[in-house]
């Protein structure tokens, strides 16, 4: 674990961390639950850390029923009182409310456009882009602004950034990560 340079924000001493970095982080996967699970997680770390939110991962799968879009579309008032007591998770209700909505966005998005995919592919044309050493861009102005549009919350540009860095839209490991390629 230690042999290997990484990216200068990986923490080498969160074993869950490093795990993210190596096996998932810019690794491209466009599968359509995993597309779902980084964005309500990503609008979860707004104003907090990513490895605060990638250290409670697990617990946020158990409270929201395994990102299963469904379940989480139809979340009513007594579900939404269990999240807030859930001390695993991070507990805000703003962002709580706005997963949920977000969700049934999502959704209408799917539909709209056949899949999640397709919808990120009208603005990236299918292709992966090689950045680094920055937390937003006009892409994702543009998808932030467009979802913005459609009524999503915790969605701003520098959350979009990365999310689409943890999809692997983006690609940003370091000059020297062993992850890093031109």
């Not at 949920?100 to 990236?124: A, C, D, H, P, V």
Request: aromatic fraction near 14%.
């Amino acid at each position: 674990m230690v042999d290997k340079v990484r990216c200068k924000w990986c923490n080498l001493k969160n074993k869950l961390y490093v795990e993210y970095h190596d096996k998932e982080w810019g690794i491209p996967n466009f599968n359509e639950h995993h597309l779902f699970e980084m964005l309500i997680l990503e609008s979860f770390q707004a104003g907090l850390s990513w490895e605060c939110v990638l250290n409670k991962r697990e617990e946020f799968r158990k409270a929201f029923d395994n990102f299963d879009i469904d379940k989480i579309c139809n979340y009513d008032d007594k579900k939404i009182q269990e999240l807030l007591k859930n001390e695993k998770i991070i507990r805000n209700k703003l962002k709580i409310n706005s997963a949920i909505s977000n969700s049934k966005i999502f959704r209408e998005i799917q539909n709209e456009y056949g899949s999640f995919n397709n919808y990120l592919i009208t603005f990236t044309n299918n292709k992966i882009i090689y950045e680094i050493d920055k937390t937003s861009s006009e892409l994702s102005d543009k998808i932030s602004g467009d979802l913005k549009k459609r009524g999503m919350k915790f969605v701003g540009t520098t959350i979009i950034y990365s999310y689409l860095q943890a999809i692997g839209v983006i690609y940003s490991h370091e000059k020297g990560c062993f992850m890093y390629k031109i």
